[in-house]
């Protein structure tokens, strides 16, 4: 595969301003059904912190670890027991814009979870980075990545990431782009680009679309997903999942079809959360056999609370 080198051109918008801090005397159920009752954008990062997903992990500094054994299920297969763990710690004594970042994934998908492309299907992916907010306004954030991968042995790595807003309400869309380079696999790029809209006071969806060309990835390897979540109390949520993913090189393929169903709660303490995840799953592997499983996790989360 020829090597080329791509050109990233980062933005800046205008002024931040950040939301106010609930009152002490709040409860967790008060503070979010006034925040739910303003737009798309407050159920959105409500839902995504709520599950863990990328847009708010990725985007919040605070000191906090999540633990996350699973086992999968799928037809065929022998169980499959893996482990996530995602942690972030502030260094307030250098700046406030600085933290440490560690995580370890010993699957893929969770490890290109909004980063397609960066791995290849044979890595166990262990990470430790100092992370730099270089500028966070009112639409954009631009923040990067110093740090190194362990296979086990060492391979350092640099990554940027730009985030910019593009609308609100009532459709809210945003463009993230993805700039990454290591010895070990090279240049690579991604381009993300997500919709969504408030279907009701507890429900809305989203669309996402990805594109990553790197010097490891299958010509360009794209995903297309749609989701749709509803939140019945800050206690318990669900959520659907459609994700159809392939690749251009040598010809525009299909690489896998999922269909997911999520149902998620805490259980008995608001650190600890319970999911189960039935899924459809059509894979080119199999060629394209519809395929059932099942996936079970829990989830315990150290530190800040998730949904603040």
Known sequence: MRTRTPILCLLAAAFFRAGPAPAAEDTIADHWHDGLSHGVGHLSRWIDSFFGNVPVEEERMGNRVRLTPLVEFREGDSPLFKLRLNAKLRLPQFSRRLGLVFSFFDDEDAAQYGVPGQFSSQDDVRQAALRYVIEEEARARLSGDAGLRFYPEPDPYLRLRWRYRLTEDPVASRVIQYLYWSPRHGWGETTRFEMESKL????????????????????????????????????????????????????????????????????????????????????????FQVTPGLTLQIETVFGDPPWL
């Open 200 to 287: 009701a006071p507890k429900t809305f969806a989203r669309s996402t679309s990805a594109a990553t060309w790197s010097e490891i990835s299958t010509g360009v390897d794209w995903s297309q997903s749609f989701s749709l979540w509803h939140y019945f109390s800050p206690r318990r949520a669900v959520g659907l999942d459609w994700l159809t993913e392939g690749y251009t090189d040598p010809r525009l393929s299909l690489g896998k079809t999922r269909m997911t169903f999520k149902y998620r709660r805490r259980v008995s303490r608001d650190w600890l959360f319970l999911q189960v995840g039935p899924f459809v799953e059509l894979p080119s592997d199999r060629d």
